[in-house]
């Protein structure tokens, strides 16, 4: 069996609304495979069910969803990932209503200890990943 070294790891808080919050999962996952340097690192493959129907692009590493109990968290977890190099992609309060445009806007006004987090996600070594993220819990 194939030992695998790395995972994908997504905090987020639990303070904002599960629908909301899955729309910041889903832009933060987009934007992590895009903007990450090595692709084949992450192994998407596709499964095959019994038919031969391919189910594409799913990955081999493991993806754990935690939760934090407020921004707080997530700010200090963020700094810790750009100080230890960790890939990731996080997403805040002025990422959300309006255009694109404005969200954009928004956020270029708002200085980076005022933004609320409401998720962070994450790729990289499982080791590092879990010494990082052993204070949350996992999300039920």
């Known amino acids: 069996m194939d030992n695998l070294t ?3 790891v997504a905090v987020l808080n ?3 609304p599960v629908g909301t919050l899955m729309n910041a999962l889903a832009h933060m ?3 992590l495979s895009a903007s990450y340097s090595d692709i084949p690192a992450m192994r998407f493959d596709d499964y095959v069910d019994k038919d031969g129907n391919h189910h594409k692009s ?3 590493h493991p993806f ?3 939760k934090a109990e407020n921004s707080n968290q997530i700010h200090k977890l963020r ?3 750009i100080h230890l190099g960790v890939h990731f992609v ?3 309060s002025t990422m959300t209503v309006g255009t694109y445009v404005e969200q954009k806007e928004r956020t270029s006004q708002t200085a980076e200890a005022d933004l ?3 998720g962070v996600c994450m790729f990289g070594n499982k080791d590092t990943l879990t010494e990082l993220t052993r204070k949350f819990s996992l999300w039920r």
């Open 90 to 92: 996080d997403f805040t």
């Open 29 to 31: 996952a987009a934007g």
């Open 64 to 66: 754990i969803i935690l």
């Open 14 to 16: 639990e303070k904002i």
């Open 79 to 81: 700094a810790d990932l």
């Open 6 to 8: 790395s995972k994908f």
């Open 58 to 60: 799913i990955s081999d």
């Open 116 to 118: 609320e987090y409401f």
